[in-house]
DNA sequence: GGCTCCGATGAAAGCGCTTGCAGGCAAGGG
DNA sequence: CCCTTGCCTGCAAGCGCTTTCATCGGAGCC
C-alpha cells in the first residue's frame, strides 16, 4: 500500500502561502476570499492532489452531506428503479446515498438504521409503516430527519411519501367487479412485516365487502415477490379452489407468473380468467396482451423523497403527507367474465 | 428538531464512573477491560441511549468501515442483485455501502468516485474496465484498495471478479452456428462507454470469423438495454436487413423484446427464428419456451466482490483475477436453422 | 490628511473519539 | 516483607477540518 500519507489542508495553505482558515474558507466558502486568493488556493489543491477529509469535515460542522436509506431487497425492480432516481437526485445536491438492504427482516432493519445513523446519516429514508418501535424512536432521539416511502402514515404524523395501496387495490377490485367477476382468488406478497401487501390485501377484501361479498381463505395464498412464486401460487390455488374467474396478483412479478402458468395450461386470459398485477414494471406493457396493473411511480417517489429530505435539511418546510397517483392501467389480462 | 445534544461516549464514561479512555475500550476493544467494568459501561450506553460518533471514530482510527461502490444503473436487475448481495455481505462484516450510480457516463463516474474518496469510503468497487483514467488514478493516488467488477483485466494487472464476454459470447455464436445458422443478427447493447457491451459484440464477429464469415455492418443495432429496446431493434433489422435466421441479443431484455415482436408478428421462435440473450435474468426461464442465454452470476460477482475487498482491508491477500463462471444455458428459443 | 468602517485574513479553540504511554494495584516469587 | 510481573485504567495528545473572534490594511469620507 502507498506509504505516502494524502496531504492535508495544512499542505495546501502552506504551498499557496495563505492560512488553513483561508484555505478552508477558498474551497467552502468560496465568497468570503479574493479572487486571487481562491485561484492561488485552487491552483495548489490542483497541484497537490488535494482530496477533502470528509470524516475531519463531518466532524467540524456536524454534516456528513450523506443520505441513508434502508430498503428492502434492492433487486427488486420497483425498489432497483426507487434507489437509482435517489442517488441521482442527491448527487446532484452533492449528496450521497448511504445503502442497506434487508430481506423484509424488521429486526436486520433496525440494525441497518442504527448502523446509518453512526454513519452520520443527515437524513433516512425507509420503506414502508412496518418498523420496530425502536427503529423511528432511535431516528426521533437522533434529530435525523426521515422519510417513509410507499406507504402513508394514517395518522399523518410522519414524514411520507408514497401511494394508498388499499383504495388502489380497491379500484382494482371494482374493475374486476364491474365486469362481472365475483369469484375472484388472489396471490398475494408475503404479508408478514411488509404493510403494503397487508394493504393491498385488505383493500380487495374491503372492495368485496362493499358488494357484500366475501374473499374466502382458500381463495388466498401468500408467496413472496417473484414470477415463479406466481406460477406456484396459481397452480396451488386451481388445485385448492378452483372455480375462480380472476386473479389478483400482490404485484406484477407474481401476476406474470400466473399468466404463464395460465398460458402454459391452455387457460385463455382474458377470455376464462383476468389476472391483474400490481407496480407496472416494464414488462406489464410489453407482454401480450398487456397486463392490467396499478402503476406505482416508484422511481418518483424515491426521487420526492430525496427532494424533500434535501429541502428540509435546508430548513425549508414540506407537507408531511405527499401522496402520489396511482392510477389503474387497464390492458388486456382483464375482460368481462366468460358467459356474461 | 430536539435540541438536546445526543449524549457523547464522555457522558457515558461519566455514568460508568471510568475514563474516557475506558468507555472507548469498553466498546471498541472488549477484552482489554475488566468484565464488570464493561458492563458497567455497557449499561450507561444503553440508559443514556448513546450512539457513537462515526465520524469522530472516524477520524480518529483514518477507517469508516464503509465501502463505496459506483455503479451504471441500478434499475437495471442484473445490477440490483449485485448491490443487494454486496450490501449484505458487507453488513455482515459491519461494514456499510456507499452507493452512487449513473447512467453510463464516464465523467459522472469519476465524480461520484471523488465524492465517496472524499466520504471515506475504505474500498472501493467499480463496473467494467472503461474509466476515465482520472478514476483510477485517484483511488490509486488515495491509496484505496478496489476492486473491478463483471469484466476481467486482460492485463491482469488489476483486481477483478467478472467474467470473459467475450469468450460467453464466443460460445453463445458457436452454439447458433452449429445449429447451422449463418445469417446472424445483432441487437447489441450500447457499446460507447461500456466494455462489456463492445466485448459481447466482439465475441460474435470473432466466432464468425473463425468459421469464416463476416458480420455485416447492417445486421448490428445498438440500443440501451431494455425491453421495449428489444423489439424496436428487432424491428429495424426486420426491415434494414431481413433474411437473417438468428438473433443475438445484447442481454435477455433485448432479446426477450425481440422475442416478444417476432411472437407478435408470427414469426415462429425457434421453427423460423433463434434467440439468444445473455444475462440469464429470472424471466429468461420462466417465459416460455425459456430463453437461450448466458448465465451471468451477478449476485455471486456482488458478494465476491465485497468478500475480496474485505479480505484486503484484512490485510489477506487475494488473487489479482477471479473469473466467474458463465456457463451457455441452451433453453428453448434456439434451435436447427430451419430447413436443415 | 486623519478617522471610520469594512472586507479579507490569521490564530486558536474545538468537533468526539482512539491510543501510546505511564501509573496503580494485586498477586506471586525470593 | 519487598520487589517484580501483568493486568487495568487514566492522562493527554492528536486525527483534519471549520469557525469564532481579533487583527490588519485600505478605501471612503469630511
Not at 1 to 18: I, N, T, Y
Not at 226 to 255: C, E, H, Q, W, Y
Not at 281 to 301: K, N
Not at 327 to 338: E, K, Y
Amino acid at each position: 500500500m502507498p506509504a505516502k500519507p494524502s496531504p492535508r489542508l495544512a499542505d495546501v495553505a502552506r504551498a499557496a502561502g495563505v492560512s488553513l482558515a483561508t484555505a478552508s474558507r477558498a474551497l467552502s466558502e468560496p465568497d468570503m476570499v479574493r479572487e486571487d486568493t481562491r485561484s492561488r488556493v485552487q491552483e495548489a489543491v490542483a497541484m497537490l492532489g488535494y482530496v477533502p477529509h470528509g470524516a475531519a469535515r463531518a466532524l467540524a460542522t456536524r454534516r456528513t452531506r450523506t443520505i441513508g436509506a434502508v430498503f428492502p431487497p434492492v433487486d427488486n425492480p420497483i425498489f432497483a428503479g426507487a434507489t437509482h432516481a435517489l442517488a441521482q437526485e442527491l448527487a446532484g445536491a452533492g449528496y450521497t446515498l448511504l445503502l442497506a438492504s434487508h430481506d423484509y427482516d424488521a429486526d436486520a432493519e433496525l440494525a441497518a438504521t442504527r448502523a446509518l445513523v453512526e454513519r452520520g446519516a443527515d437524513g433516512m429514508v425507509l420503506v414502508g409503516l412496518d418498523h420496530r418501535p425502536e427503529t423511528l424512536a432511535l431516528l426521533e432521539r437522533a434529530g435525523v430527519p426521515y422519510e417513509i416511502t410507499w406507504a402513508l402514515d394514517p395518522g399523518a404524523m410522519i414524514h411520507c411519501v408514497g401511494i394508498s395501496h388499499r383504495s388502489a387495490s380497491i379500484r382494482v377490485t371494482q374493475h374486476l367487479l364491474d365486469l362481472g367477476h365475483r369469484e375472484i382468488a388472489v396471490i398475494a406478497g408475503d404479508t408478514r412485516g411488509n404493510d403494503r401487501a397487508r394493504e393491498r390485501l385488505a383493500g380487495v377484501k374491503d372492495a368485496l365487502a362493499a358488494r357484500g361479498l366475501r374473499l374466502p381463505a382458500r381463495r388466498v395464498i401468500e408467496m413472496p415477490f417473484s414470477v415463479a412464486n406466481g406460477r406456484k401460487g396459481f397452480a396451488t390455488l386451481l388445485k385448492r379452489a378452483p372455480g375462480f374467474t380472476a386473479v389478483i396478483g400482490g404485484n406484477d412479478p407474481l401476476a406474470i407468473g400466473a399468466f404463464l402458468e395460465a398460458q402454459a395450461r391452455g387457460i385463455d386470459v382474458p377470455g376464462r380468467l383476468s389476472i391483474t398485477g400490481f407496480d407496472d414494471i416494464e414488462l406489464a406493457g410489453e407482454l401480450p396482451p398487456g397486463l392490467t396493473t396499478v402503476r406505482v411511480p416508484s422511481a418518483e417517489i424515491g426521487r420526492e423523497a430525496g427532494k424533500r429530505l434535501l429541502a428540509r435539511l435546508a430548513g425549508k418546510a414540506v407537507p408531511v403527507i405527499r401522496e402520489m397517483a396511482a392510477p389503474l392501467i387497464v390492458r388486456g389480462t382483464t375482460g368481462p367474465v366468460a358467459g356474461k
